[in-house]
């Protein structure tokens, strides 16, 4: 393909739907509608095919190893990350039909022939950090947004559709998903300073210049962080 995907990286609760939902405003492609995956009645912008992926493996690790997670949620539970992030990623990628995920990002064939994977094309999901071996091995030159707040920005939601409830994650659990983990010389990645982001026109192009999107106007910007939903 033509383009390598954008690659959207954070924690939960971590501003990763808004910067989402801004790039998909200003062209990003993220996958057909009716691959959306909604959590909650909330739009967080990810898509059921990678999400369903990642689920799968955390499941097979969950069940593999017999962790149990006391929140009823494995996503919080650090000890199966860090077993994720041990596996055999070669294995992983062995198992991956990455032709059938993309044919139900885009929605069909006919969609996905029509795309072509031209245009700047990506997805997020908080998750996506854990499995930054994976994609480094299914793509070529992937490139990998890490969305960072500072930690009192955790308590906020940036829209009504946000849920603002990384404020009871560790440390620890923010840095697995918002921060390089040991791949910072390996692959193409850039730091969203989720603050800058929606108050600094200039950080924004920032993004959209490695995103490979249109860069905007102080106005434009504006209105765009408007049409976001962002709270202020």
Known sequence: MKN???IICGCHGGGTSF???ALILNGLYCGDSSDRNPIQNRK???NK???NLMEGFYKSINKKYKITDPKTNIDRNIDVIKTMMSQDWDDVQRSVNLDEVLLRYCGSAEKRDLHKFEEPWGWKNPRNAIFLPLWVRLFEKPKF?????ERAGYDKRSTSEGRGHARDFSQEFVDLHASPRGYNNLVDHKI???SRFINEVSHFNEIQKFAGLKELKESEYNDLMTRSGLER
């Open 19 to 21: 910067v989402t939902k």
């Open 4 to 6: 390598s995907p954008l």
């Open 192 to 194: 969203v300073n989720f």
């Open 49 to 51: 095919s990678f999400h």
């Open 145 to 149: 947004l890490y969305v960072q707040k």
């Open 44 to 46: 967080t912008h990810e």
